[in-house]
């Protein structure tokens, strides 16, 4: 069954989130945040419905697919073990449960046009969410100290590493991405945050990978390295003359631990107690070890970390504290939240993942670097590939939007990555004892392809409509330039809708 209003439903599945600049601390009760949640489930489920369905099973996806779905219905054990408040454990699942649907929605064969509007969506959605959530945090407040944290948006490592794909995976720029990877760096600089800049370093590192053929060609990473160098100089001079105040507070924050009483940098240390305080509960008693303390479970600042907040807290000052919204770091969260059972399947589930796309990704394009759909794993790895570098310094599905979008890049990139798999050459394994000196001829694999050769029915066995013609990098390509996009129901003899 085919359905004319996919690329409608797509748009309003990923725009509207992006205007939830208030993230996780709106009160669920405002009507303006639960109307943007509702917009994007329903037409998530809307996508669900009419979206294509893989015919031969991965077991790639299958692995993925199981473990969202203990993260996010085995939280319903920890609810009832636990008997968390119910607003607090619904306010802080709804992210998780928005990734999963997200997921959900994106792991289809979809065609090439569908594929298209998917990628054009996510990118003008994480533009409107940088820009909105800036101009609203700066409205928030007068000071500068106030608001930093306030206008970062919960997808800027994300649209950066799309951008870094443009740049130096495909060597594409344009004014428009140079002005909007420019914005974000400013935004990075003006925030102050040291995790954001050390994820910016990370993504571009993972990009150089992603293009350089081996380790020794990496020198021929010169020229887009000296562009993203002249725009992080030259946005940082932009960034020291309009906001003065910005290079002091840089210094204190590099040389926090020195003034420190203590000698140690406090934001680091609030951290570790935070950390500490939920691996406590945790690993209190078996049955919080195995299923966890549950989503929207409170929890406190530990004082086994009090004598390095010497000079700032004190034990009266921390005891007072209670949080239950999702913590500042990803990892010990889900081992907090869902335990050894339902918490922590899904982030090494991610990682694996995003490991075996990675060297799929750049297996494939040493082998059939023509191949149709390579760049849209190429772009899903950066944009999924931000969700670890967040999560240095903040928990990534803690916000509504970054949920859904991060969720959408996992399903673009198993969802590609299976359909690569079944038609571009695998891996040889290499034989348990060495071969036998008489030769033999090898049998052609069915839906496999030769190395460094290429197949006339390439296009066909993926679903795409165009034939293979140039490299896929060399011809312009993907969300970000402009071309002629092929027609909505182009390839209709392969793909149903």
């Given at each position: ?11 309003i ?46 077991r ?89 944290l ?23 720029f ?10 974000t ?18 993504l ?5 990978a ?52 203590s ?11 935070e950390?500490?305080?939920q ?15 549950g ?24 005891n007072?504290?209670?949080e ?137 066995t ?36």
């Amino acid at each position: 069954m085919r359905h004319k209003y996919a690329t409608p439903w797509i748009w309003i599945f990923l725009l509207p989130l992006a205007l939830d600049y208030q993230g996780t601390d709106a009160n669920p009760a405002h009507f303006a945040p639960l109307l943007l949640v509702l917009l994007s489930m329903a037409a998530g489920l809307a996508l669900l419905l009419i979206a294509p369905r893989f015919r031969v099973p991965s077991r790639l996806r299958s692995v993925v697919t199981i473990s969202t779905l203990l993260c996010v219905f085995g939280s319903i054990v920890s609810q009832l073990a636990q008997g968390n408040d119910t607003g607090n454990y619904l306010h802080t699942l709804l992210p998780f449960v928005l990734f999963m649907l997200g997921y959900f929605v994106a792991s289809r064969p979809w065609s090439e046009y569908r594929l298209a509007q998917f990628e054009k969506a996510l990118f003008l959605a994480s533009v409107i969410s940088l820009v909105s959530t800036f101009f609203y945090g700066m409205a928030a407040s007068g000071g500068l100290d106030e608001v930093r944290l306030r206008i970062v948006s919960v997808t800027l490592l994300g649209l950066q590493g799309v951008l870094l794909h443009e740049f130096v995976v495909a060597r594409r720029f344009s004014f428009y991405t140079v002005a909007a990877f420019a914005a974000t760096v400013l935004v990075e600089l003006v925030s102050e945050t040291r995790s954001l800049l050390v994820g910016t370093g990370l993504l571009f590192l993972l990009a150089t990978a992603l293009r350089a053929p081996t380790i020794r060609r990496i020198r021929h990473m010169l020229a887009p390295g000296l562009v993203v160098g002249a725009v992080l100089a030259g946005t940082g001079g932009i960034a020291a003359w309009s906001f003065p105040d910005v290079a002091q507070q840089w210094t204190q924050h590099i040389f926090a631990s020195g003034e420190a009483v203590s000698g140690k940098d406090p934001t680091a240390i609030a951290r570790q107690s935070e950390m500490r305080n939920q691996y406590d509960q945790v690993t209190s008693s078996a049955s919080t070890l195995l299923f966890g303390e549950g989503y929207g479970h409170e929890y406190r600042y530990s004082p086994v970390h009090l004598p390095g907040l010497a000079g700032q807290f004190t034990e009266e000052d921390l005891n007072p504290i209670h949080e239950w919204a999702a913590g500042h770091n990803f990892w010990v969260y889900q081992l907090f939240a869902g335990g050894l059972v339902f918490g922590i399947g899904m982030p090494l589930a991610m990682l694996a993942a995003l490991a075996i796309c990675f060297f799929s990704y750049r297996y494939w394009r040493a082998v059939v670097p023509e191949a149709p759909l390579l760049p849209v794993l190429g772009r899903a790895i950066m944009l999924f590939a931000a969700l670890p570098a967040t999560s240095i310094g903040g928990n990534p599905l803690g916000p509504r939007f970054s949920g859904l979008v991060f969720g959408v890049a996992l399903g673009l990139m198993i969802a590609t990555h299976a359909r690569l798999q079944r038609a571009l050459p695998a891996r040889a394994k290499r034989p348990a004892w060495p071969p036998q000196q008489c030769s033999a001829a090898m049998p052609d694999l069915p839906g496999r392809v030769h190395p460094g050769m290429g197949r006339s029915d390439l296009a066909v066995t993926l679903g795409m409509s165009h034939p293979v013609g140039a490299p896929s990098e060399s011809k312009p390509s993907g969300a970000l330039v402009p071309r002629n996009s092929p027609a909505p129901h182009a390839n209709r003899p392969t793909i149903a809708r």
